[in-house]
């Protein structure tokens, strides 16, 4: 049973007895694993409040073979993100994102979406409050990519027949991206305005700024980000950051 050590992001935290936990942890090297925290809960545990979610560091954990469960044996705390906890905004994107990770991540070596999840933990903690709805729309999209799931957009996802670079687009979410009329017309399709088209294709892309969004259009990407991801991603699963996220209680309507 070796000893592993790895950069590592928890994901997820739970009570597993009185004194013990047990943590999701993304790896870079390992993919998501689940290791248990034996006395983390005591008053004078060696992990102190190092295992928090969205807390980053170098994990050690003996990775037993053909089991599911590892043990922890240290966790050195390297970053804990406190800026996510000054609006519920970056603190609700930062929990979707590792929720993503933690569903539909690979157990085996992904350092794809570790890298990503690390980099958009740190860019939310110190965006501009203005930016930071455009920004969890872009970081969500991109782990969804990294993951696979990328929507087309330039060329017709059933059949590649190249779309027109301007005006309305047809998308479907069952199918993956954008279609072509004849394909629109027979699988079905919502027709996505050229300003939300053009907004779409500019949070795909990391080399251009952010989109403006007003309130009327980051609604629309929002339910549309939050339909992509169940419908690909879900597979039946709850996703309670997810509905948090995409519902946005601690807005005053």
């Not at 928090?52 to 804990?80: D, M, P, W, Y």
């Not at 905004?89 to 992904?110: G, I, K, N, Q, W």
């Not at 330039?154 to 394909?183: H, I, K, M, N």
Request: charged share 20%; aromatic share 6%.
């Amino acid at each position: 049973m070796p000893l592993v050590s790895t950069p590592a992001i928890v994901i997820s935290s739970l009570r597993y007895s009185e004194t013990s936990k047990i943590v999701r942890l993304a790896t870079r090297e390992h993919g998501v694993q689940s290791v248990i925290a034996k006395g983390a809960l005591r008053p004078k545990s060696r992990f102190g409040a190092a295992l928090q979610v969205l807390s980053e560091g170098q994990a050690h954990f003996i990775l037993k073979e053909n089991r599911e469960l590892h043990l922890l044996t240290g966790f050195e705390l390297r970053r804990l993100h406190v800026g996510l906890a000054t609006d519920l905004e970056r603190y609700s994107v930062a929990c979707t994102l590792a929720e993503v990770m933690l569903r539909f991540a690979p157990p085996d070596p992904h350092p794809e979406s570790f890298d990503l999840l690390r980099h958009a933990l740190e860019e939310l903690e110190h965006a501009p409050a203005s930016g930071v709805d455009a920004l969890g729309y872009r970081l969500l999209w991109q782990m969804v990519s990294v993951l696979g799931f990328e929507p087309a957009l330039d060329q017709c996802v059933v059949d590649g027949t190249p779309l027109p670079e301007a005006g309305a687009l047809p998308f479907s979410t069952r199918e993956g991206g954008a279609l072509c009329s004849t394909c629109a017309s027979h699988y079905g399709a919502t027709q996505l305005p050229e300003q939300a088209r053009v907004g779409l294709a500019a949070l795909l892309n990391s080399e251009v700024p952010l989109p403006l969004l007003d309130e009327k259009h980051g609604a629309a990407h929002r339910r549309l980000l939050a339909r992509y991801i169940r419908y690909h991603l879900a597979e039946g699963a709850e996703l309670p950051a997810l509905e948090f996220w995409s519902q946005r209680p601690w807005v005053i309507t």
